[in-house]
């Protein structure tokens, strides 16, 4: 053996080695580095780690046979016994096997997963009444993230739910929610100060990426609101186009009272229960914001979308129908790039006028404006399956579930398009998520037992969602037609003909 390591050291296949290692580690560290500015996958990584691992035995080998001389490479003189050059190939295939056992598992393109979702803040101030503070600091800090189109941004619906959670997995949530990093944080407002902490965590592993505390007055909350988007985008190397950064410095007001009305109805006019009272709630508190500040376009434009939801769901009068006109166009005579605004006026050619081409082009300019706007998806899929255009109408129901992946109307109607196209396993599992999103609500479950007749012939899962649906609970009648339709297609008529008797006796 002793030789054999003679033989190494005379023929320099030390100084290759180490200069082989030298560069091959170099090349590594430069290919981390430039293939995800390329967007290149992480597979062009690890090949690159094969190929120079592969290669260490032959430059072994190489530096065996031959030396570099002042007359060019020639065949290094002395013994080439096959028993040392046998050595030699097994030395260098067990370091190279070694080196590969621990570069492989760690050799991806570190490109950063540009997603993340804002939890729900916890609200520390003394006062109760200051906790709607904390949940428009968050729902702000989401809004400014929503309109960075670099990045994945989940909608607020999908967050709620964890609200109240002393206890975070943050594995499970970004799971659940499909990001790779979570925001959290706390906020404590006592008169004009504000005081907020956050943290930025790496949902893969539940490590802090970074954390900001900010003591400030009131009315400096939008410049912390600015600061943390930016951060956030800087941390997960979004790119800022100059309109996205022009958006993000703009003040919504300036008058903090104006603001903090501002805060609670959005806090009404974005709950998943939006009814009358709700509603109301909403609109009273948008029109005070408009008062105290004539020039609060988000005011408006949100005072907009609630006009047009009750007159869509409890409430078609003309007047309602104009008044959320009005605010729209008046948001946007204020402020015309206003993405909420443009929001806002498509909802009312939809729900107001009926008029999709209109209500389309609105949308599609509330789109660009914010990219991670779950609404604006919706809406346009919706409107595509009315004009029969399924495959992009699916297409951005698709994109609506991945943005508010929680949302059980969103489900709902991806499921149903589903459904309608016979893609009845994606329905299946659909809906599935829509009742865990919502046990309470009957929608999924109803699609999900026709889904089961249509495709299989089976009666047995509507009978049990029937069943489970508590006493007195029937949704616009939802519930008894779906009883009466099952007795129907058992054959048994005179019960269902009872059942439908009973519920126009009733009524």
Do not use: C
């Amino acid at each position: 053996m002793s030789g054999f390591f003679e033989e190494l050291q005379r023929r320099k296949v030390y100084r290759v080695a180490a200069a082989y290692v030298i560069a091959a580690g170099f090349i590594i560290q430069i290919g981390s580095a430039v293939f995800p500015a390329w967007e290149l996958p992480n597979w062009t990584l690890r090949l690159v780690v094969v190929l120079l691992l592969m290669g260490f035995p032959i430059a072994l080998i190489l530096a065996w046979a031959y030396d570099v001389t002042p007359q060019g490479i020639r065949v290094t003189p002395g013994s080439h016994r096959r028993r040392n050059l046998l050595m030699l190939i097994a030395f260098g295939v067990i370091i190279s096997a070694g080196a590969g056992f621990f570069l492989l598992p760690r050799a991806s393109a570190h490109k950063i997963d540009k997603s993340i979702a804002v939890l729900p803040f916890q609200s520390l101030s003394d006062e109760k009444e200051n906790a709607y503070f904390a949940d428009g600091m968050q729902d702000d800090i989401l809004t400014n993230l929503s309109k960075i189109g670099d990045l994945k941004v989940i909608s607020r619906t999908s967050v709620i739910s964890y609200r109240g959670d002393a206890v975070r997995n943050a594995r499970e949530i970004g799971k659940a929610l499909g990001v790779a990093t979570l925001l959290e944080g706390s906020v404590r407002r006592v008169g004009n100060r504000v005081r907020v902490n956050v943290q930025l965590i790496n949902a893969n592993n539940d490590e802090h990426i970074w954390a900001e505390d900010y003591d400030r007055d009131l009315t400096d909350v939008f410049a912390i609101q600015t600061d943390l988007a930016q951060k956030i985008a800087s941390a997960l190397q979004a790119k800022l186009s100059p309109n996205e950064k022009a958006r993000l410095d703009q003040r919504p007001t300036e008058n903090s009272d104006a603001y903090l009305l501002f805060v609670q109805a959005h806090d009404y006019a974005t709950r998943t229960d939006m009814f009358r009272d709700t509603s109301l709630k909403a609109e009273q508190l948008f029109e005070q914001a408009t008062k105290l500040d004539p020039n609060f376009a988000a005011a408006f434009a949100g005072l907009s979308m609630v006009e047009s939801w009750a007159y869509h769901s409890f409430d078609p009068l003309p007047a309602r129908r104009e008044k959320a006109r009005t605010a729209a166009n008046e948001a946007l005579r204020l402020q015309p790039d206003l993405p909420e605004a443009h929001l806002a006026l498509g909802f009312s050619y939809y729900y107001g006028d009926r008029d999709y081409e209109r209500a389309l082009a609105e949308f599609e300019i509330a789109k660009r404006g914010l990219p991670n706007e779950a609404q604006a998806y919706m809406a346009i899929g919706a409107i595509q399956r009315r004009q029969g255009r399924w495959v992009e109408s699916t297409a951005n129901l698709e994109k609506a579930a991945q943005l508010d992946p929680k949302n059980s109307s969103v489900l709902l109607n991806l499921g149903y398009n589903y459904m309608a196209t016979r893609n009845f396993e994606a329905a299946d599992k659909i809906f599935d998520r829509g009742i865990e999103a919502a046990p309470e609500s009957f929608g999924s479950a109803a699609l999900k037992s026709e889904l089961a007749i249509r495709w299989k012939g089976d009666l047995s899962v509507a009978e049990k969602e029937l069943a489970s649906v508590p006493q007195g609970i029937d949704p616009q009648g939802l519930v008894t037609l779906g009883r009466a339709g099952v007795l129907t297609l058992q054959r048994k008529f005179k019960e269902a003909l009872r059942v439908r008797y009973a519920v126009l006796v009733s009524g």
